[in-house]
């Protein structure tokens, strides 16, 4: 599968962003999906995992209350809604695919296939 992450940009903080991945192929809703990001200087971390069918979805505490993921499968799409951002979610977002589900979802060596990235920049 391929994927291709958008919808990043510039916003001021307490300001709201969401992004989208689109995945090509058929095979969609077989994989399970993940949001990571990467701030200048840092290493990728975990930001949020939505399961195949999108029964179960996993927040990083720096997300939670404020992210949401979601998917549409009839679209080959995962989204990020993004609200009350920080100066901190400052980095670039990638989202990622893995065909299973279960453990390890916050992991990047867990996923199989990513998307170039989509920068996301909040002014304080």
């Known amino acids: 599968v391929q994927l291709q992450a958008f919808g990043g940009g510039l916003v001021q903080a307490g300001g709201s962003l969401r992004l989208s991945c689109a995945a090509s192929g058929r095979t969609f809703s077989s994989y399970s999906m993940g949001w990571f990001r990467q701030a200048p200087g840092k290493e990728r971390e975990f930001v949020a995992h939505i399961s195949r069918n999108g029964g179960y979805l996993y927040y990083a505490d720096s997300a939670k209350g404020r992210f949401t993921i979601s998917r549409d499968n009839a679209k080959n799409t995962v989204y990020l809604q993004m609200n009350s951002l920080k100066p901190e979610d400052t980095a670039v977002y990638y989202c990622?695919?893995?065909?299973?589900?279960?453990?390890?979802?916050?992991?990047?060596?867990?996923?199989?296939?990513w998307g170039q990235g989509t920068e996301v920049t909040v002014s304080s």
């Open positions: 990622a695919a893995r065909p299973y589900s279960g453990s390890y979802y916050a992991n990047s060596n867990a996923y199989d296939h």
